[in-house]
């Protein structure tokens, strides 16, 4: 479905089964929607860019934890492709529906709600909703529509155009860390209503049902499925700091003395409630009373942003800052990055204000401000890219982003596979395209190595590839080792398409030669591939403290594996898809318009 919020029109057209065995879906499709539709160069804040809400072919059935649907824009915080992932009912009910992507085009004259019910499209007016925050939104929206509709929203944040507002439903689920709210600020729409009645059409049905039923069964059989129901992703608090990988104050450290107050088992003693996702039966979600009394969904990301690395080790008040975001729409990894940032320029005297580690009155003050571009909170509105530029005096090398997105939770002094995937993911630096960093810390943290490489594209087209396209959760297969081999299987089920592994991961590598065609096209001569860096600290300020005191980065050793990475991809030395790789993946018309765009600026 095609939305103009200028014209207040939709319509509605079916895609080639090219583009489906081509792109598979998510992903896939908001990549090729985005390097079609949008002209290079377009404003991300304008009414040209789009907003892409994709499924997949897996998405809504009836399978294991695949309530989940991708959000994709040109970003406004990087200039370059963005997108996340929304566990959401929207994934279920559009759907439903009927639809596999809504591309939203235009900008309303005023606060605009879209509502999609099956085939009849209203746009409604939200001048009463503007200024709620996400949670206020949510259950004034749920109060007429129901406990099922698929409802997302923004907050003020996304509102006031803050570049790392993201998208929020269900009082706890997040998604598009790289503005995909902001975009969705920019376009007037404060919030996408959808209810779906038919069913989802299946090529094999009783298979796909049986399938189904099978695999839910499955899942409950593996040894690690009740402590992810007793902790879900907190246990990696834990993990990380024995590991010396937890961010502590702005990246400087990987370890933090409070860690155990903020870990897994301290959340299990004041945990009230869990929430999920739809279709999932591993539900993840804690839920816990903050210090302001109030529900809180807790993620790892969340507390260790919001915890250590700005040096707050009071459970119940990191999920206070923690709800508050989600109530505002902003993403929380980005803000517990522009905190940390903060406090480190306030401790360096770069700037005025006093701002302390630890400080979680001024954290949540900071955070209000942020979300209503006040004071200090203007500057950090923009990011942490935006805000090292501003601050000067070097603070650029302590500015923790790749290719301006914030990066998440994980320190990389001692960890160069991690350190390389958050160099080479396909939106800045996320951890979700490939999460090496535990095979990294079993198999020999020390090495930069060829198979480090390796296992980096193994998981991108695994994780960024397979599982943003499908579009589906990948914490069964990560957390309890639910096997990939089903997946085939359900896409036969669904599609009536026999695949294989080595397809989708052709699929994979499609999807990431064009968006890494998408951001050269839009950085233009800018494009370097300096870009696919890790920030300065990592390589040049040792940690000082825990069990791997002095290590760092070597940026020699790093620029090796950049160069196999490139050469297995079939990218130039400047991180550039050739045409060659272009065409083998049938991206010929691509090649073209690269070409012509590179041609400009060499
Ligand atoms: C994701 C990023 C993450 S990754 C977390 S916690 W994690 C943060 N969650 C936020 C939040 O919450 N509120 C908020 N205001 N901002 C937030 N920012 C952060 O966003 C999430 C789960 C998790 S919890 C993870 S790892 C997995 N991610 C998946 C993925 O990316 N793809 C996929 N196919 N399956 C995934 N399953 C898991 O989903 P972004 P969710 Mg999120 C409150 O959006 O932009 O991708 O960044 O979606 O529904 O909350 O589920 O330790
Ligand atoms: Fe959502 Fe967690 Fe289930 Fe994944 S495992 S679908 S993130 S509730």
Known sequence: MRVNLTKQKAAVREYSAEMAKSFLGGRGFAAKILWDELKPGVDPLSPENRLVFAAGPLTGFALPSS????????????????DGNIGSHVAVQMRKAGYDAIIIEGKAEAPTVLLIQDGATEFLDAKELWGLNTFETEDNLRSIYGPTAGILEIGPAGENLVKFANIVCQKGRGGGRPGMGAVMGSKNLKAVVIIGSGDLPAAYSKDLKELGA???????????????????????????????????????????????AIGGFSMEKIKSSQRGCPNCNMTCGNVVNDADRKESELDYENVAMLGSNIGVGDLKKVAALNRVADEFGLDTISLGNVIGFAMEASEKKLINEKIPWGGYKAAKALIKDIAYRKGLGEILSEGTHFAAEKFGSGSNSWAMHVKGLEISAYDCHAAPAMALAYGTSPIGAHHKDAWVISWEVKTGRERYSEEKVDKIIEFQRIRGGFFECATVCRLPWIELGFELEWYPKFLHAATGLETSWDELNRIADRVYALIRAFWVREYGKNWSRDLDYPPARWFEQPLTKGALKGAKLDKTK?????????????????GIPTKTTLEKLGLKDVAKQLKKSVRLWE
Request: overall charge neutral; cysteine-free.
């Open 558 to 574: 790093y620029e090796v594996m950049l160069n196999m990475y490139y050469k297995k991809r079939g990218w130039d030395g400047r």
């Open 214 to 260: 099978e695999t839910y069964r499955e899942i409950l059989t593996k040894p690690n499925y009740t402590f992810w129901k007793r902790q879900g992703t907190m246990m990696t608090i834990e993990w990380s700091q024995e590991n010396s990988v937890l961010p502590t104050h702005n990246f400087n450290e990987g370890v933090f003395e409070d860690a155990e």
């Open 67 to 82: 309530g989940k649907l991708v959000v994709a824009a040109k970003s406004p915080l990087t200039g370059g492709y963005g």
